[in-house]
Antibody
Framework: EVHLVESGGGLVQPGGSLRLSCAAS????????MSWVRQAPGKGLEWVAN????????LYMDSMEGRFSISRDNAKNSLYLQINSLRADDTAVYYC??????????????WGQGTLVTVSS | EIVLTQSPATLSLSPGERAILSCRAS??????LAWYQQKPGQAPRLLIY???NRATGIPARFSGSGSGTDFTLTISSLEPEDFAVYYC?????FGQGTKVEIK
C-alpha cells in the first residue's frame, strides 16, 4: 500500500528556514515524478514544485523560485522541500504527492497527510 | 498562465440529488484535467484524471466531461460522504474550489 508521510513542519520565525521531508513507502519512488502542494488555512490548494524521477528536473511556481528547493533521495525513499526566508504568507499545510504518470503536468494519485508550517514571531 | 475558475463557489443540495460542478479555463487546455475531493482535515483525494477517467476505487456516481476550456464534474446521486470541497487541476494550476454542502 502506498504511503506518504510528511514531517519537519512547525513554528518558525519570519526570515527563518525549514526543511520538510516526505517518507515514501509501498512503491518504487525512483519511478515517479513527485510534487509538493500547499494549502493556507481556510484556503484552496496551491502547487509548489515538482521533481522528476532522478532529480535532474525541478519545476517551481514562478513566485516561489529562489526561496524553495525541491530534492529527493531515492535510496532513502525520501522527498524534501527546503524553504528559506520564510514569510507569514508561507503559513500552510504542505502536502507531498505522487504524480500519476511520467508527465509533470499530470494529476497526483496519492497524497500524504500534510505537515503544518506556521510562520510567526 | 492558465487560470481555472470553478462555479458555483457553494452548491447546496440534498442527499440523492445530482451535483454538477463547473471548471472553466482561461485558455484551451489539454485533457490533463483532474478533479479532487477534500474533506475537512484530510488530504485531497483524486477522483478524475484526463477529464473523464475515474481514479482507482472511485464510485461510478462520479463522472467527468468536457474539453477545451469547459469541464464538468457530475455526481449523479449525492451520498452523505460526498459533501466536501472539490477542486479541478490542470498542470500547475488549481481552481479555487466548490463546496458541496447539505441543504
Amino acid at each position: 500500500e502506498v504511503h506518504l508521510v510528511e514531517s519537519g513542519g512547525g513554528l518558525v520565525q519570519p526570515g527563518g528556514s525549514l526543511r520538510l521531508s516526505c517518507a515514501a513507502s509501498g512503491f518504487t519512488l525512483s519511478t515517479y515524478w513527485m510534487s509538493w502542494v500547499r494549502q493556507a488555512p481556510g484556503k484552496g490548494l496551491e502547487w509548489v514544485a515538482n521533481i522528476n524521477q532522478d532529480g535532474t528536473a525541478n519545476l517551481y511556481m514562478d513566485s516561489m523560485e529562489g526561496r524553495f528547493s525541491i530534492s529527493r533521495d531515492n535510496a532513502k525513499n525520501s522527498l524534501y522541500l527546503q524553504i528559506n526566508s520564510l514569510r507569514a504568507d508561507d503559513t500552510a499545510v504542505y502536502y507531498c504527492a505522487r504524480v500519476l504518470r511520467d508527465n509533470s503536468n499530470d494529476a497526483s494519485d496519492y497524497w500524504g497527510q500534510g505537515t503544518l508550517v506556521t510562520v510567526s514571531s | 498562465e492558465i487560470v481555472l475558475t470553478q462555479s458555483p463557489a457553494t452548491l447546496s443540495l440534498s442527499p440523492g440529488e445530482r451535483a454538477i460542478l463547473s471548471c472553466r479555463a482561461s485558455q484551451s487546455v489539454s485533457d490533463y484535467l483532474a478533479w479532487y475531493q477534500q474533506k475537512p482535515g484530510q488530504a485531497p483525494r483524486l477522483l478524475i484524471y484526463d477529464t473523464s477517467n475515474r481514479a482507482t476505487g472511485i464510485p461510478a456516481r462520479f463522472s467527468g466531461s468536457g474539453s477545451g476550456t469547459d469541464f464538468t464534474l457530475t455526481i449523479s446521486s449525492l451520498e452523505p460522504e460526498d459533501f466536501a470541497v472539490y477542486y479541478c487541476q490542470q498542470g500547475k494550476t488549481f481552481g479555487q474550489g466548490t463546496k458541496v454542502e447539505i441543504k
